[in-house]
């Protein structure tokens, strides 16, 4: 296979896991670094397990995500229809199941549930059903006869008892696992439709895909996959299996966890470039220890003989970290329209709300990280009058007491309420009392936000307030000390 070929070939169940995430993401960069076609293909033939709206998920994540196809159901370029369900109509998947039948191997297995559930055994805790070959030895008379009878039928895979299978990985090398191991896979079910095994070595072989990625929990499985490519005479593409990604707790990831899925991290506040850094370092790393790259950067820097071995930890402290750089470094409109709709939720008041989102900028990781940090605005909190005494600043209730007295009557005939106006007037204050900075400071940015920790500080609070509304948060200041000081 001269061109690179990757796909991503998604079963429409509901959220892109991180997995699946990263699974497309290396598939895109191998294409796009040797520039070649990445593919999207629907496969669905497992149709008990499809939930509505998989797909228009599938498609959206992409897109936010800037893993863009170049082949799929929406861009037929030849090789098409891109859904096996659609694939499943041509009758293709039967036809090729059917040769495997003529060479011996492959066969038509005719055995009722009842009799599939005596063969069930329990290994290592797990109940699994090794299929004991029994309708391989039916005559192709007794074979046609039950055709013709109309009874229901499945085509397994022949895979010999005897012997061993091997197969090369790009990252693992060579694996090899013994006959004895495999079942008899089901190619063809009862429905007619393929399965997911057996559709994935014909739609990959028809398509020219040269390089399959996928979790490294499928390495055991390959070899089927491997059986099947040499009963055809066909060439197999490129293997690359991925390692296992884990919490934490070195556990891996649950579909149930809240970080586990694009989707998921997206209504956490995280945003897709950050996403998509981060997944691409679930299992290889750039040069230089680097760890902020841009997509394109990805693409022009992937080498997937690179990819490690050992388990990926998915990080959420990492994760929180980069998501921080990269809103720090995002263009301000971008970051501005990212921003207010979190800024929405806390604050209803007609405030200058793009000089909020400025004010939080650099102090976020996550766009959920803003709502506690600017809910002061809608609404001065109940706060203790123990904030007013800091040693640092050397403040205690009796100063900052004192400042917030001082300096409400010439706020109240400050003209110039902006940042300027209200800097120069305190700085006045300062010179004149000959005190720190932090004693007028301190006591007035406690009284407008009432809190410990703000994103900005007096100056900048004040100029979004307003004058009305700084100068009723001081006097509230003031009357609340007034009653602990006496």
């Not at 290396?26 to 796009?32: C, D, G, P, R, V």
């Not at 197999?236 to 579909?255: A, D, R």
């Not at 008041?349 to 976020?364: C, E, F, G, N, S």
Request: with cysteine; charged share 30%.
């Amino acid at each position: 296979m001269d061109r690179v070929r990757s796909r991503y070939a998604p079963s429409p169940t509901g959220k892109m896991h991180v997995g699946n995430l990263r699974t497309a993401l290396y598939e895109f960069l191998i294409a796009k670094h040797a520039g070649g076609d990445f593919i999207l293909r629907i496969e669905d033939t497992d149709q008990g397990r499809l939930v509505e709206g998989s797909v228009d998920i599938i498609y959206k994540t992409l897109a936010e995500a800037g893993i863009i196809h170049d082949e799929g159901p929406d861009k037929d370029k030849g090789y098409g229809p891109y859904v096996q369900s659609e694939r499943v109509k041509s009758g293709l998947y039967m036809e090729y199941a059917k040769k495997l039948v003529e060479q011996g191997d492959a066969y038509y297995c005719f055995c009722t549930k009842e009799r599939l559930e005596t063969l069930k055994t329990e290994v290592n805790g797990e109940t699994i059903t090794h299929y004991d070959k029994h309708c391989l030895s039916l005559s192709k008379e007794e074979v046609e006869a039950k055709l013709a009878a109309g009874e229901p039928f499945v085509i397994r895979q022949n895979i010999p008892r005897e012997g061993t299978t091997t197969f090369t990985d790009a990252n693992y090398g060579e694996v090899t696992i013994n006959n004895s191991e495999m079942d008899d896979q089901i190619l063809i079910k009862s429905d007619g439709f393929p399965t997911y095994n057996f559709a994935n070595v014909v739609d990959d072989h028809l398509m020219k895909i040269s390089h399959v990625v996928r979790g490294n929990e499928y390495i055991t499985s390959t070899p089927k996959y491997t059986r099947l490519y040499k009963a055809f005479g066909w060439e197999e593409p490129t293997y690359v299996h991925l390692p296992l990604i884990t919490n934490e707790e070195h556990q891996k990831l649950s579909k149930r966890s809240g970080h586990s899925s694009f989707e998921d991290l997206i209504e956490q506040g995280f945003v897709a470039e950050a996403i998509v850094n981060f997944v691409a370092l679930l299992g290889w790393s750039g040069p230089d220890n680097r760890e902020i790259f841009s997509l394109d950067e990805l693409i022009g820097l992937f080498d997937y003989t690179h990819i490690n071995k050992a388990p990926s930890v998915f990080d959420m402290v990492k994760l929180r970290w980069m998501n921080g750089e990269y809103l720090k470094a995002m263009d301000n409109e971008k970051y501005y329209k990212l921003a207010l709709p979190y800024i929405d939720k806390v604050v209803t008041k007609p405030y200058d709300k793009k000089k909020i989102a400025d004010l939080v900028k650099t102090r976020i990781e996550t766009l959920c990280d803003i709502a506690e940090k600017i809910d002061f605005f809608e609404a001065l909190p109940e706060y203790d009058i123990e904030m007013y005494t800091h040693k640092k600043m050397k403040t205690n209730s009796e100063n900052s007491l004192e400042s917030l007295r001082d300096l409400l009557p010439r706020l109240e005939a400050l003209d110039d309420f902006s940042i300027d106006g209200i800097q120069a007037l305190v700085q006045k204050y300062v010179e004149e009392k000959e005190i720190k900075n932090g004693i007028a400071l301190w006591p007035l940015r406690t009284a407008v936000s009432g809190k410990q920790m703000t994103p900005g500080g007096a100056y900048e609070i004040m100029e979004i307030l307003g004058k009305q509304e700084s100068l009723d948060r001081i006097r509230k200041g003031i009357s609340l000390l007034e009653k602990a000081v006496g």
